[in-house]
Every structure is written in C-alpha cells, then in structure tokens.
C-alpha cells in the first residue's frame, strides 16, 4: 500500500480492480507490529481491508572475510529482501560487501531473496589487511598494516612503517611473487620490505 499526497488516501490493490488503484482511507488499527486499514476503492466504491504487516527476520549464515582472517556470523534480514552478490552492508559498525550466496542446494546464485539463502560469503569493503615481512640484514619480523583496498603498492617504492623507511622489494598475489609492478592492496597477500641501502635515502 502506497501513500499518496494526501493523509486520507492511498494506491492499493484492488479486489475487483486491480493493482494500483487510489483508495480512500477510512479506518486504521493496529494490528501487533502492523495495521489492518479499511479502504474504499475510488474506482468502484468497493469496500476491503488491507492488512499491512512488517516482514519477518531471518539469520543469514555468513562467512565474513578481514583479510587472512574469517569468521562465521548470522546476519539479520527481512525474509523477502532481494541480496545481490556486490550488494554492501553493515555489521557491527564495518562495511561488507557480498561476494557469494548459496541457494538451498548449495548453488551459486547472483541474486537471492533473504530466506532462499543457505549460505552467503562478504568481505570488508572499506579496509583490508595486507601481511608484512621486514628484513634488516639477517633477521626479518612479520607485521600487518589496515590501509584502503584500492591503496597501491609498487616494488622499489619506499614506505613508512614504525617510523622506519623501507623499500619494497616484492609483492607477493595469490598467484605469487613479483619484483616488479604494482598492485592494489585487496589483490595482495604479503609485501617484502628491506632497509634501503642508505635508510635516509
């Protein structure tokens, strides 16, 4: 039921007429969460009710994905919303963006409505963790920073990290290690760092 300019009427389905028809509004209750409003029909006088109900919850199994590490939540929806793989949401105040959903047998989908969803994957859309390995000499620490998904990364540049300038020396994807290039952070699994040669270079 779709409200109109005016407080007393509104477009609804019609029993006789159809879909989308201006009724006027002559009673409401509430109805629990919801209401049952009692309309007449402008096209054909006909009087009916219209119930009006809030969709009801559902936990959607979710994996969410920070980088290496994962975690297996149940994310709220309304049962009949439509979740779109690149679709974002918010959870415990972080951005996630869907990357998988599964139907009831376990299938891919594209597009789903909340409560055909078995199984549904997301990952942290506004950062992303990207692992470090710094060597000095002959000993090396391993560290991560958080930086925007879409910061880039270019082997032989020089970056602060602790206060310290260090060079990258390669960039290692899920296809391997590069020493040349760059990359963008989310396409990044670890980055080697060295000293320069001269660190105040």
Known sequence: MVGSDFEDEAVSDCPDCGEGVMHEIIKKSRKGKGEDVLVRCLECDKVHTVMIRPPKLVMVSTTLSDGRESQSVDVE???????????????????????????????????????????????????????????????????????????????????????????VRAIHTGRGRTLTGSRYAHEIRRVYLHLPENKYN
Not at 94 to 118: C, F, G, H, Q, Y
Not at 134 to 163: A, Y
């Open 77 to 167: 929806a309304d049962e009949d919303e439509e979740i779109t793989v690149g679709d974002l949401f918010e959870y415990e105040e972080i951005s996630w963006r869907v990357t998988r959903i599964d139907n009831s047998d376990s299938r891919p989908e594209k597009i789903l409505t909340a409560s055909k969803i078995r199984s549904m994957w997301a990952t942290r859309s506004d950062k992303t963790l990207v692992g470090l390995t710094m060597t000095n000499g002959e000993l090396s620490e391993s560290s991560q920073i958080e930086c925007e998904p879409d910061r880039v990364f270019s082997c032989g540049s020089i970056m602060m990290v602790g206060g310290d300038r260090w060079r």
